[in-house]
């Protein structure tokens, strides 16, 4: 049972560049990888759409890494940090489409050294209804934007992000709990990439999550299958 309240990981969901072992040169591990598909749900156009992300997290440097496909096609990944310990494709808003996602199986190959390994993904869809957001509310001297949504049943988690005009991440919350639907972001209560400017527009959303059956606190990060995505414009004035 994951139970949320008690995990202080930020959430870096467009964004995840750390790699799931840490290196220790004490006590070497050998290479290990995991790849991971994630469903990402957002309206788009008056129309609930749907897409997919795809992520290589390994505990070594990889020198490459990409997912094949049903059908014989293949995706090359792109490095997400320096270290290359993660690599992934992030869905664009032309990947979306009416139709969810089958059950399937997704190759994952990467390179460490020249060496060449494997894993599969068994990726199952899970739906979640995306939630609907109540209310924005902003505090320009604290710099801070308090955002109110409707609670999901079918939620096991939420994250909040902010966005500005270029689609780039302004801050990250942490998890919050299932059970929460309502949240202020501010120096405290998340990762801030930058600061907001008065008069600027952004783009708050409010993400409700589903694990993987199985995930646990210690894996959670990497064993989410859904994000159902809310999403509203405020500009940053009293």
């Given at each position: 049972m994951i139970n949320i309240q008690k995990i202080g990981k930020l959430v870096l969901l467009a964004f995840i560049v750390t790699g799931f072992w840490a290196c220790n040169d004490d006590d070497p591990e050998p290479f290990n990888f995991i790849g991971e598909v994630v469903?990402?749900?957002?309206?788009?156009?008056?129309?609930?759409?749907?897409?997919?992300?795809?992520?290589?997290?390994?505990?070594?440097?990889?020198?490459?890494?990409?997912?094949?496909?049903?059908?014989?096609?293949?995706?090359?990944?792109?490095?997400a940090d320096a270290q290359k310990l993660t690599y992934s494709y992030e869905a664009s808003t032309e990947d979306f489409s009416t139709t969810a996602p089958a059950t399937e199986n997704y190759d994952f190959l990467v390179f460490n050294n020249g060496v060449e390994y494997t894993a599969t993904e068994n990726h199952i869809f899970t739906d979640v209804d995306i939630p609907t957001i109540d209310s924005v509310g902003v505090t320009?001297?604290?710099?801070?934007?308090?955002?109110?949504?409707?609670?999901?049943?079918?939620?096991?988690?939420?994250?909040?992000?902010?966005?500005?005009?270029?689609?780039?991440?302004?801050?990250?919350?942490?998890?919050?709990?299932?059970?929460?639907?309502?949240?202020?972001?501010?120096?405290?209560?998340?990762?801030?990439?930058?600061?907001?400017?008065?008069?600027?527009?952004?783009?708050?959303?409010?993400?409700?999550?589903?694990?993987?059956?199985?995930?646990?606190?210690?894996?959670?990060?990497?064993?989410?299958?859904?994000?159902?995505?809310?999403?509203?414009?405020?500009?940053?004035?009293?």
């Open positions: 469903t990402l749900k957002r309206t788009i156009d008056g129309e609930e759409k749907f897409a997919l992300s795809y992520y290589a997290y390994a505990n070594m440097k990889m020198d490459s890494a990409s997912v094949d496909f049903p059908g014989d096609s293949t995706l090359t990944l792109s490095a320009t001297s604290t710099e801070s934007v308090y955002v109110e949504w409707s609670n999901n049943d079918d939620a096991q988690g939420y994250a909040v992000q902010i966005l500005n005009d270029d689609d780039e991440i302004v801050f990250n919350s942490y998890i919050l709990a299932d059970d929460e639907d309502s949240f202020t972001a501010n120096q405290s209560t998340g990762s801030w990439e930058t600061s907001l400017t008065s008069g600027e527009t952004y783009t708050i959303e409010v993400q409700a999550m589903v694990f993987e059956d199985g995930a646990t606190n210690a894996n959670f990060f990497y064993q989410i299958e859904t994000i159902a995505i809310a999403s509203e414009e405020f500009i940053f004035e009293d």
